[in-house]
């Protein structure tokens, strides 16, 4: 609410507005609203000629270094207060400002970008420390642009900010069959640890109270090995680091009796894309509780009810051989069924279809970011955990060019990830990275010459990062933008916070600022993500984009700015007002999808878990797709990256089979070359 005017406006005025409601820590515990045209005003003008601001007007600020406004409030005691500014920025120029509080500046560089025009407007949220008693709070132009043009500011209770501190090494006690305890060392936070979440790798199993340190887990699969770690949250969204990890294995079933053979599979209603399947019902000892759909060992569909299953996802004109097994509680295994065999129908498409592949380069230990050179003869690879940068050419000749300094693990899928090349590098030679370091995910630029990297500049950091859930792909977008996806790190509430980099797709300038036009006036171009990792624009200059999923659905997004895509209220297709659906959703044992690319108006999407490369083809100029089918399902292993190669109809598919999942000897992974005809 704005405050009563005891005086009328002149430019040096100054109004003292005291907050109510401070607490002792000095904390306001609801907003104060102070109007810009009610506070000091040097080398500036109130104004009214534009709509959407909230008092009698607002400041337009003259366009030279130095100007400012100044707000007079006053505190109860000394502590943290939230300073959110209400601005509009109706040109393509950022306008920061340093924000000072009496005297000192408490932020500098402050960033005010481009809102769409000077008639929308949004609000720059930060922390600030006030004194007891009177404070001034000044917003000084730091360029010759001057300031953005200020509407007001609202002082409120600082946000908690201060993460628990990491849990201790867990350990496991009264292993079964079926499950175990988990047990840890306790966390400390400033405010309380509210609630500690056990993740098994990257996806959550359960979650116990802030004042436990121990959690009973059910429903685990007999002799399974489990990597476990614990993260702790407070109240306020807030979560540690991951703890130490454990590996538990579970014990051995006393149940040793697999089920018997299924009958007679059997197929019929064959299409392109799938196949209808039959099979006679197997017994077993306890009971069966789902037949699996092989290819020889390769699982393409596991069913939990009854004996019979459309198996959709097929390659179209491809032979294919099938089995069945059963499985029961234990993990017995029965005998497989016989084998039937059929033919896909012919392909029905203008999009084409993988027609071959073949193997680019080897030797390669968990390459992340592939980026091609403008001249499509040579592209940029990087190795995530041991921070390599490679020039490889088309014919998979490779050479080393550096390493990104700074660049740490984290013992899950942190390190060195995503790169880009600038449209502009024939002229200015830069390439982007991004990568996690001490404090957490950077974004930084480098200078390549064609042959070594040098030159290390910091362009975007406080993104935060954990053991898993850090995004990391880089993509230019025809606008000339830097697009950045990025994780929650673990920390699902940072995804719908707007003011998190977390959980979100930026966009960014070449030189570090908020691109201009950004939706929220920051660097978030879209929100609601959980871990983004494919990045890729069609003909028509749309954004899509391959998420991970927890434990239910990975997506195929189609990106728009301001648009909320529901994690973690929303995991897959939700009617949940204001979330954006996904496109496409896989059951996360069929996907767990990291890089996407576009040939022909097909989305190709490699997946991790998965084990296959998925073909999409989007419905012509639509925002729609059509049926999804798969591709190499089990034959490389784990895929990473897919990327467009320049000029051809042909893809580059990169494994990751020497991860901590994969498990594979280092060196290798290694680099295909796919044909689409």
Request: glycine share 12%; proline share 5%; hydrophobic share 35%.
């Amino acid at each position: 609410m704005k405050p009563t005017r005891a005086l009328s406006w002149c430019l040096s005025l100054a109004l003292a507005v005291p907050l109510a409601g401070l607490t002792a820590s000095g904390a306001a515990q609801a907003a104060t609203d102070l109007q810009a045209e009610d506070a000091a005003i040097s080398q500036g003008t109130v104004a009214s000629d534009h709509t959407g601001y909230t008092g009698t007007g607002f400041v337009d600020y003259t366009n030279i270094t130095g100007s400012y406004v100044e707000f007079t409030v006053s505190a109860a005691a000394a502590g943290p207060s939230s300073l959110a500014l209400r601005f509009a920025n109706g040109t393509a120029t950022d306008r920061p400002m340093n924000i000072s509080v009496n005297g000192t500046v408490a932020a500098s560089g402050v960033s005010f970008p481009a809102t769409a025009n000077w008639d929308t407007w949004v609000t720059r949220t930060l922390d600030v420390p006030l004194a007891a008693g009177t404070n001034k709070i000044r917003a000084t132009a730091t360029t010759a642009n001057g300031g953005p043009n200020l509407d007001r500011i609202s002082i409120g209770a600082a946000a908690d900010t201060q993460t628990p501190t990491r849990p201790g090494q867990p350990s496991c006690s009264a292993i079964g069959e079926n499950g175990l305890t988990l047990s840890w060392g306790a966390s400390t936070d400033n405010v309380g640890v509210s609630a500690y979440d056990v993740y098994e790798h990257g996806n959550k199993l359960g979650e116990a109270p802030g004042d436990a340190t121990s959690k009973a887990l059910t429903g685990l699969t007999a002799n399974t090995t489990y990597n476990l770690t614990v993260i702790a949250r407070d109240a306020s969204g807030n979560a540690s680091q991951a703890s130490p990890v454990v590996d538990c294995t579970t014990a051995r079933s006393s149940d040793t009796s697999p089920p018997t053979t299924p009958g007679t599979l059997t197929s019929s209603n064959v299409t392109a894309t799938s196949a209808d399947l039959s099979w006679g019902a197997s017994t077993d000892d306890k009971a069966v509780t789902g037949y699996d759909l092989r290819s020889g060992t390769t699982v393409y569909k596991s069913v939990t009810g009854g004996t019979s299953t459309t198996l959709t996802g097929l390659a179209c004109n491809s032979p294919y051989s099938l089995n069945v097994v059963a499985r029961d509680a234990a993990g017995n295994v029965s005998p497989q069924s016989n084998t039937v065999a059929f033919t896909t129908r012919a392909c029905v498409t203008d999009g084409g279809v993988p027609s071959s592949i073949g193997t680019v380069s080897s030797g390669w230990t968990v390459p992340w970011g592939t980026y091609w050179m403008p001249d499509g003869q040579t592209a940029l690879v990087t190795e995530r955990d041991d921070f390599r940068v490679w020039k490889v050419t088309t014919d998979g000749t490779r050479t080393q060019v550096g390493t990104v300094p700074n660049a740490v693990t984290t013992n899950g899928e942190g390190g060195l990830m995503g790169v880009a090349v600038d449209p502009q590098w024939a002229t200015n030679h830069y390439v982007y990275f991004m990568h996690t370091a001490a404090e957490g995910n950077r974004v930084v630029r480098m200078t390549y010459n064609g042959s070594s990297l040098t030159g290390y500049t910091i362009l975007l950091q406080g993104i935060k990062q954990n053991r898993y859930h850090n995004g990391g792909r880089l993509v230019f977008g025809p606008d000339g933008y830097l697009y950045v996806s990025t994780g929650e790190a673990q920390t699902p509430a940072l995804a719908q916070d707007k003011n998190s980099l977390n959980g979100k797709i930026l966009r960014m300038t070449t030189d570090g600022k908020a691109a201009p036009g950004n939706p929220f006036g920051n660097y978030v171009y879209s929100y609601g993500h959980r871990n983004p990792q494919g990045l890729a624009f069609d003909r028509n200059g749309r954004l899509w984009e391959a998420e991970f999923g927890d434990v239910s659905k990975d997506e195929l997004n189609l990106i728009k700015p301001g648009a909320n895509y529901g994690w973690p209220t929303c995991e897959g297709t939700c009617s949940v007002a204001g979330m954006t659906n996904p496109k496409k959703t896989w059951n996360t044992s069929e996907a767990s999808p990291s890089g996407i690319a576009i040939v022909r108006n097909v989305i190709y999407m490699a997946s991790l878990r998965g084990e296959r490369l998925w073909r999409v083809p989007i419905t012509g100029d639509t925002e729609e797709v059509g049926t999804a089918t798969a591709y190499y399902v089990g034959t490389y292993g784990r895929l990473r990256t897919v990327t467009k190669v320049p000029g051809v109809d042909q893809l580059w598919l990169s494994t990751t089979n020497c991860d901590n999942v994969g498990g594979a000897a280092d060196g290798s992974d290694k680099i295909f070359r796919v044909s689409i005809s």
